[in-house]
Each structure stands twice: as C-alpha cells, then as structure tokens.
C-alpha cells in the first residue's frame, strides 16, 4: 500500500500527503483503522448527493488472499494446551536481562532486541490463547462437515478427520480452497458494489470457506448507514441458500435476487419452475430468473463485481502481510477508500486545461 501513494492519485490524496512507509501503516491498522469505515461512507453519500450514484442495484463478489499464516502451525487442541504453558514460562525468562558480562567478554545486548523478545515471547502466548479461544467453533463447524462421512469412513476415521486445527500464527485464518485448486490459509474478502458507477459501498472480511450466508449481513449495514435497503441484489451461484435468500428479499416489494439457479439432479425438469416445498421468496426467485430481464441483468454483474476485484488482484490483495482480522479489513477498507477515489474521478465532471 505504501508503494501506491507515490504514483496513484488517489492513495496519495488518501494518505493526505504524509510519507508512508511501513511503521506509519502498521500503527494506523491498529489505532485508525476505523477511519477508513467513516471515508467510504462519505465517499458514497458524496456521489450520492451529486446524483452520480444510485444504490438501487448492488452486486456482491468476493477473491480469496493469501494469509501470512504458516501451514505448518495449525494445530489441534491437545497440541495447544501442551504448548501454552511452555510459552508463558518463556515470558519471565525473556523479562529477566542478564548481568553485564566481565570486560574481556562480548558486551550484552541492548535493550533494543531484549525488549523485542519480550514482545515476542508475550505475543505467542496471546495467539496460543487466541487459538484456543476459536477451537470450539472450528470443531463444531468440523465436525458438522464429517458428520454424514462419518457412516463411509468408520468411526475412528472419521474421529480422527473431524479433528479441528487452528493456527498459531494469526488464529483467525482459515484454510481454505484457493481458485487453483489448492488449500492454503487465506481470508475471503466480499465487496459490495453499485451497478452504476463501480463504486464499493460495503466491506468485509470473513474466514469461512462458502459463499453461504455471507451476503444478509453485507445488506443490512447498507441498509442501517445509508437508510436505503437496495432494490436488487447480484450475487453468483454460490450465495443461492434458500435462508439467507427469504433473509435478504422479504418479499417481492422490498428486494430481489437475481442468482443463478442450480441445474436440478433429475433430468427433464425446470429449474424455473417453483417447487412445493419452496417459500414464497424462493419460489419468486426461480420464476424470476427463467425471465429475459433476468438473464440480461444477469450479465451485467460481471462488469461490477468483476472490474472491482481486478484492480484489487494488480494492487497486491492476493497476499497479506498481515496478520489478524482486524488488520486485513484495514487493508481491504483502504484499497475501497482510494477506489472510490478513483471512481469519484471518472463519474464527477473535470474542469478543462487552460491555456
């Protein structure tokens, strides 16, 4: 992010001409991060006023980023528990700076690289607790995953998958499957975008691997800081849950979803066609979608969601170097504020050269 305040306008009207390196960042994602919030939503209520934005239609999309968590140290709970208490008798030890030697020997240390052991040896006992603190909902989620292999595999195969392995190094990554086909520790980042302009009116960063019951939480904040729920949302195949879709619609006056329909596991039957078990929301989005008008909107979300991730892939957002949730959606707010700005450029009219 540093490297793009110097030659992009708009990092360098974020950064407010201050020089930026990498100290200067690393203290804002901790203390000012929630700056970011408050910008977009000013940038937003901005092209708002100006009418060269409207809300009326948002698409969802979101790219998986590298997180900066090694795969070796994810562990399960035996290892953790084994592994605190051997972590804190370190902190007295780091605490305690030993006598200066005699003169003929090397010098001691400075304080400089004692005190970044303390900090060291402090901060693995605090993601050793972090990680423990998040076993109990990975195993849930687990073992809810093993829970129909388990009659395939046999019990102890099956106990043994079900095994929950959180990370010491930043706790809140998840390993997930990554768009060539890998595993590797990432965060899942969803933007929410307009479908006139390109502009991000939500952010947010999350650790679960479906697309799932991501999306009703992006649109009640729109709803709650805008005071305008959108008219219709784009979201791809994978966010297609029936509850979260009764969640976001709420019938046929206040939203519509336009996603794909799944093909149907029996041939010869429509997909477009409301089932009997299907609610009423449901069953409005599958007639929905066999339309001409659905098609066509449709196949507009790539230009929305799609242009919004790509700069987002040219600008570094596919490896983290941070670590933390906290700190990654930092990241990720600050890519949307200098995109806004950005986009603020192109839909608001510039003034002519002179001369």
Avoid at 81 to 105: I, K, T
Avoid at 309 to 334: C, D, E, F, S
Wanted: charged residues 30%; contains cysteine.
């Amino acid at each position: 992010m540093a490297d793009w305040c110097i030659p992009h306008d708009a990092y360098f009207g974020l950064a407010g001409g201050i020089a930026v390196n990498a100290h200067t960042l690393a203290d804002f994602r901790v203390v000012d991060a929630d700056v970011l919030e408050r910008r977009l939503e000013h940038a937003v209520t901005i092209l708002r006023r100006q009418r060269w934005l409207h809300r009326d239609r948002v698409a969802q999309d979101g790219r998986r980023a590298r997180a900066s968590a090694g795969a070796a140290s994810f562990r399960r709970r035996e290892a953790l528990e084994r592994r605190l208490p051997e972590a804190q008798a370190q902190v007295p030890r780091r605490h305690q700076q030993p006598e200066a030697p005699p003169a003929q020997e090397q010098p001691a240390l400075s304080p400089q690289p004692w005190a970044a052991q303390r900090r060291h040896a402090a901060g693995r006992v605090e993601r050793i607790r972090r990680a423990l603190q998040r076993m109990p909902a990975r195993e849930a989620k687990k073992q809810k995953a093993t829970k129909q292999k388990a009659t395939k595999q046999g019990g102890a195969k099956a106990e043994k998958n079900a095994a929950a392995r959180v990370a010491t190094t930043d706790p809140e990554a998840t390993v997930l499957t990554m768009p060539d086909g890998g595993s590797r520790p990432a965060y899942h980042r969803p933007f929410r975008t307009v479908g006139q302009g390109q502009v991000i009116v939500g952010v947010d960063v999350v650790t679960e691997g479906t697309h799932q019951g991501q999306w009703p939480p992006m649109v009640d904040p729109i709803e709650a800081r805008f005071g305008e729920r959108p008219k219709e949302v784009w979201v791809d195949g994978g966010f297609a849950g029936h509850d979260a879709m009764e969640e976001v619609q709420r019938g046929e006056k206040e939203g519509k979803v336009y996603a794909p329909v799944p093909e149907p596991k029996k041939g010869g039957v429509d997909r477009h066609e409301a089932k009997a078990k299907d609610s009423e929301a449901v069953a409005a989005w599958r007639v929905r979608m066999g339309t001409e008008e659905a098609k066509a909107i449709s196949q507009q979300r790539g230009a929305t969601a799609a242009c919004v991730n790509a700069p987002a892939r040219n600008r570094g957002l596919t490896q983290l170097v941070v670590r933390g949730l906290h700190k990654v959606k930092a990241i990720a707010l600050g890519f949307a504020a200098a995109h806004n700005m950005a986009r603020g450029f192109v839909l608001q009219p510039q003034p002519l050269p002179t001369g």
